[in-house]
């Protein structure tokens, strides 16, 4: 289980992390979103050791992740693919995590094998890897020491469509083994697919956090009406809170039943209606996110 507990992380008048708590439970898939600078990597730095926060806690099972006695044995990281050696071969990467954590010799060419990359590709220098090659070793070396917890930052980049699935694939058998993982991606529809959990943060601080069906099921109702103006008097008139996006549509919680009968009596004419669970992971972030996000970035 990886705990965040009040967790703030400041550089100067700069706060990049302000007061961040949630769990990553045993045996699911976290997914942990926010636009670009939102604070998920100085969180995820924090709790691998890499940063040391301005207040709060990140413990791995109950401790700080530099008081585990051998941690590539409990935690499995890849914070950065492109961040290996170039100069070195993918196996000899693999051989010195190996060493470093006492393992089989064996479990170099068996975490090769399992990660698909070839024999000629292992000894190849990373220099002269694709970013899905180096996806896919630094996705070895996180589970070459058969961690209980995973903490992965966009391990898809770079991955083709037949890798995101493999990956995706991979997780979920770790997860239903009983393994955390905590999985930060701005492929929302992989995360939608994929994670049991979902925190949301932006602006360094979290905006929502829960299960997924349970963040889907409240994001209520998205309409779209000839006339939006009219809808949206109708709605006020009814007691029904909306807001009105830059597309035209407009959200609101009440159910979409309620939001048509409105409608209906007010004689407006409606040309969407539907729940915003159907709408999926996407409009959930961006409505979430609205205030933090700038355009063209997608997470």
Same mark, same amino acid.
């Given at each position: 289980m990886i705990t965040i507990d009040s967790l703030t992380k400041r550089y100067g008048g700069f706060?990049?992390?302000?007061?961040?708590?949630?769990?990553a439970r045993s045996g699911r898939v976290t997914g942990f979103l926010g636009p670009n600078g939102a604070g998920k990597s100085t969180s995820m730095r924090v709790m691998v050791g890499l940063t040391v926060p301005t207040s709060g806690q990140a413990l791995i099972d109950g401790r700080p992740?530099? &008081?585990?006695? =051998?941690? *590539?044995?409990? %935690?499995?990281?890849l914070l950065d693919a492109s961040a290996q050696h170039a100069g070195r071969t993918g196996r000899e990467i693999l051989t010195i995590a190996q060493r470093t954590m006492?393992?089989?010799?064996?479990?170099?060419?068996?975490?090769?094998?399992?990660?698909?990359?070839t024999d000629e590709e292992a000894d190849r220098r990373v220099r002269n890897y694709s970013l899905g090659m180096r996806q896919r070793l630094g996705i070895a070396t996180a589970l070459i020491g058969d961690p209980e917890v995973l903490i992965l930052d966009e391990p898809a980049n770079g991955l083709d469509p037949?890798?995101?699935?493999?990956?995706?694939?991979?997780?979920? &058998?770790?997860? =239903?083994? *009983?393994?955390? %993982?905590?999985?930060s991606s701005h492929l929302l529809h992989e995360i939608e697919v994929i994670a049991d959990d979902i925190v949301v943060i932006g602006n360094g601080r979290i905006v929502a956090q829960g299960t997924k069906s349970e963040l889907l099921e409240a994001a209520g109702t998205v309409v779209r009406a000839e006339s939006p103006a009219d809808l949206t008097r109708a709605l006020t008139a009814a007691g029904i809170t909306?807001?009105?996006?830059?597309?035209?549509?407009?959200?609101?919680?009440?159910?979409?039943?309620?939001?048509?009968?409105?409608?209906?009596?007010?004689?407006?004419?409606?040309?969407?209606?539907?729940?915003?669970?159907?709408?999926?992971?996407?409009e959930m972030f961006l409505e979430l996110t609205a205030e933090t996000q700038r355009e063209g970035v997608a997470a």
């Open positions: 706060t990049a992390v302000d007061d961040v708590s949630f769990t992740f530099a &008081e585990l006695p =051998n941690p *590539g044995r409990k %935690v499995g990281v006492g393992l089989p010799k064996l479990s170099v060419d068996h975490m090769l094998h399992k990660v698909s990359l037949a890798g995101i699935r493999w990956m995706r694939d991979l997780l979920r &058998e770790y997860a =239903n083994k *009983g393994g955390t %993982v905590l999985l909306s807001t009105a996006s830059t597309d035209g549509a407009i959200r609101t919680d009440a159910e979409p039943a309620l939001v048509g009968k409105v409608a209906l009596a007010a004689s407006v004419a409606l040309t969407e209606l539907k729940s915003a669970d159907t709408a999926g992971l996407e």
